[in-house]
């Protein structure tokens, strides 16, 4: 089995580098900045992409890298699973908590607004996580089945909290539904996990502060949970 993962910001994929003891290969041909790693479990051959870096501590993000890097992927590594594994924001009033792990079954943009018909329910996203993949292991104990909504800012503005409340959305990121939809053009299943560093629904707004004070928690436990994925996951 070939699974790539596919991870923003090099301190989210740190923990897990380490972990499974990925070794940096020779990056994909492709002009997009990224760094590619890989290691086997058993017999599955694990490819870890993480996006490359503005500058020295600013990583690219958003969906039109995410978009661009997953469709290298799929392209040239083939694999027979893509993960977008990362952080993002929770609700508390949905029983999210500060380093929870959060699974996807349904993926959605937040940021998205067209009225005209045809186009808004198009644009609107969604997109399921139903493959043999994700039912193996979405009962994972450490793994919390989400809707998570995607848009290109990490403020959110009150249209955006509207959106978010009225999909149901107890997650908020800013890479995945452009994932899942690179992934539906080339029929490969996708799994998102996302880790929780700020509280979205409390009367604070999260700062940068509370992301990088909770960032390594999250993505320790990231790198906890992907690990037990990619050891339960089955052919
Ligand atoms: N990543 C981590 N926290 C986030 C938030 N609040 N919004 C978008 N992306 C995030």
Known sequence: M?????????????????????????????????NLYHT???????HLIVNGRVSDHVSYLGTEMASLISEASLRLL??????????????????????????CENSYYHDHRISIPGYHEYFK??????????????NLKSLIPSTISTGNSFEMNPSDEETISSLNSSVKEMELCAI???????????????AITDIIDIDESPTSDQFFEN?????????????????????
């Open 2 to 34: 070939n699974i790539c993962i596919q991870i923003t910001m090099a301190e989210e994929a740190k923990p897990f580098i380490e972990l499974l003891d990925f070794k940096n290969i020779n990056p994909l041909n492709t002009p997009i900045p990224h």
């Open 125 to 138: 996203g969604n997109f399921s996580s139903t493959s043999k993949y994700f039912s193996s292991i979405k």
């Open 215 to 235: 960032l390594n928690l999250a993505c320790k436990n990231l790198s906890i949970s992907l690990r037990d994925i990619v050891t339960a996951l089955k052919d």
């Open 78 to 103: 083939k694999p027979d699973l893509l993960i977008n594994a990362g952080t993002a924001g929770g609700k508390q009033s949905k029983g999210l908590k500060i380093g929870d792990v959060t699974i």
């Open 40 to 46: 086997n479990i058993e017999e599955k051959i694990i």
């Open 180 to 194: 899942a939809q690179v992934c539906s053009f080339y029929k490969t299943p996708w799994i998102g996990i996302k």
